[in-house]
């Protein structure tokens, strides 16, 4: 499975954007950078994925190197509720299988 | 469209007992997936179930089961239970569509389970 590597933790101030960078130098063709986050004592929730080209929804932007070896997580304004842990993810899927390996992923503070 | 639910929410065992753990998918979610999360080793998968049918299984002790039934609601099981069992189990559930390469996966909000 292709692994992925994010820093332990980041801080930003509130309503300043966030960049979370993510390095998946075994990254292969197929695959798609899935980004996951889990507010405190919740349950994971997506949060944004895409193949090559930079990504956009009403969460966040996902933008992808060219070599896809890396890409970055952007809050546009980061709030008090968007602390929490986000994780980059490359699903494992097969004809018959799928699942999320989780690293540990980032730690986001966000100060008032 | 209703989340996905888990019950119970809160649970306390003590080492030996079995434990069965529910999971009800968001409706027309055809798989539904299985998580530990402990603060030693964190998320880690457990087991995938596709249309009944059991399509992969995480590194975990035979102890740990699960079936799914026809409506697509989920169950595990952990049987003989350990102190290092005690986690919070969560549930996932996804459409499954062709591929799975863009899947999104929809959690629960998890069962905490106690081992004393």
């Known amino acids: 499975d292709a692994k992925t590597t994010q820093p332990n933790s980041m801080e930003s101030n509130e309503e300043e954007p966030v960049h979370l960078p993510c390095n998946h130098s075994?990254?292969?063709?197929?695959?798609?950078i899935h980004w996951y986050r889990q507010l405190p004592s919740q349950g994971p929730e997506y949060v944004i994925h895409?193949?090559?080209s930079n990504v956009n929804n009403r969460m966040a932007s996902l933008a992808i190197a060219e070599d896809r070896k890396s890409s970055t997580l952007i809050l546009h304004r980061a709030t008090l509720r968007d602390a929490a842990v986000y994780y980059c993810?490359?699903?494992?899927?097969?004809?018959?299988?799928?699942?999320?390996?989780f690293g540990s992923g980032t730690r986001l503070l966000v100060r008032p | 469209k209703a989340g996905v639910t888990q019950t119970p929410r809160y649970l306390i065992k003590t080492r030996g007992q079995q434990v069965t753990l529910s999971c009800s998918p968001i409706?027309?979610?055809?798989?539904v997936s299985w998580y530990q999360q402990t603060p030693g080793q964190g998320l880690q998968f457990l087991f995938e179930?596709?249309?009944?049918?059991?399509?992969n299984k995480g590194n975990f002790p035979g102890r740990f089961s699960g079936r799914q039934f026809s409506n697509s609601r989920s169950e595990m099981n952990v049987s003989t239970l350990e102190l290092g069992d005690s986690a919070l189990y969560l549930c996932?559930?996804?459409?499954?569509?062709?591929?799975?390469?863009?899947?999104?996966?929809?959690f629960g909000p998890g069962t905490r389970l106690t081992v004393l």
């Open positions: 996932a559930s996804s459409p499954r569509l062709a591929g799975g390469f863009t899947d999104t996966q929809y």
């Open positions: 075994t990254i292969s063709g197929t695959d798609y």
């Open positions: 895409g193949l090559t």
């Open positions: 993810i490359l699903p494992h899927s097969e004809s018959s299988s799928y699942k999320l390996i």
């Open positions: 409706s027309g979610h055809r798989s």
């Open positions: 179930y596709f249309s009944e049918t059991q399509r």
